[in-house]
T-cell receptor
Framework: RKEVEQDPGPFNVPEGATVAFNCTYS??????FFWYRQDCRKEPKLLMS???SGNEDGRFTAQLNRASQYISLLIRDSKLSDSATYLC???????????FGKGTRLSVIA | NAGVTQTPKFQVLKTGQSMTLQCAQD?????MSWYRQDPGMGLRLIHY???????DQGEVPNGYNVSRSTTEDFPLRLLSAAPSQTSVYFC????????????FGPGTRLLVL
């Protein structure tokens, strides 16, 4: 299993739809996980952190399944402004930077 | 951009030329990293530093050099540019292993002809 693996998409959904992305990871010792958002031609920015079973922030919900080693991101009531690439991020062991998945591209269509 | 600046924003080089991509931060974070991002490849770590005077290689270090003489600056040097180094380069800072979140600079777009 790769360190971090995501479905690249694209996911094309209508406004108002609910969409979910999954991300699998290989390091069973990982304790924290992150979702970053990256807009076209911009830098990645932190969207949500997941430290236990899950986290919710408005329309966004991140969940962690340790047994199956995946995290998910659920977006409810999709907006046009949600169109972006969503990166799954998992820390490596030791003093090393984060490892990023290749990202899942979302397009919300009017 | 959370106190991370990168220069230049865009650069065109000829094969064999050298250049330095600059990254500076004003947040006094220990960790600094360089990533490159190519279509379909995601973010790949080039080099990183856990503090002044300490650097280490990431997954794609060949063709790049770094140094970290101060906490604030972490330049990335291309000694002899190749077309395969055409990419978008992002510098990132991180408060430390415990912080576990990174802030990115706006990126440098490099085209090597």
């Amino acid at each position: 299993r790769k360190e971090v693996e995501q479905d690249p998409g694209p996911f094309n959904v209508p406004e108002g739809a609910t969409v979910a992305f999954n991300c699998t990871y290989s390091n069973s010792a990982s304790q924290s996980f992150f979702w970053y958002r990256q807009d076209c031609r911009k830098e990645p920015k932190l969207l949500m952190s997941v430290y236990s079973s899950g986290n919710e922030d408005g329309r966004f919900t991140a969940q962690l399944n340790r047994a199956s080693q995946y995290i998910s991101l659920l977006i409810r009531d999709s907006k046009l402004s949600d169109s972006a690439t969503y990166l799954c991020v998992v820390p490596r062991a030791g003093n090393t930077p984060l490892v990023f998945g290749k990202g899942t591209r979302l397009s919300v269509i009017a | 951009n959370a106190g991370v600046t990168q220069t230049p924003k865009f650069q065109v080089l000829k094969t064999g030329q050298s250049m330095t991509l600059q990254c500076a931060q004003d947040m006094n974070h220990e960790y600094m990293s360089w990533y490159r991002q190519d279509p379909g490849m995601g973010l790949r770590l080039i080099h990183y530093s856990v503090g002044a005077g300490i650097t280490d290689q990431g997954e794609v270090p060949n063709g790049y050099n770094v140094s970290r003489s101060t906490t604030e600056d972490f330049p990335l040097r291309l000694l002899s540019a190749a077309p395969s180094q055409t990419s978008v380069y992002f510098c990132a800072i991180q408060a430390g292993a415990g912080a576990e979140t990174q802030y990115f600079g706006p990126g440098t777009r490099l085209l090597v002809l």
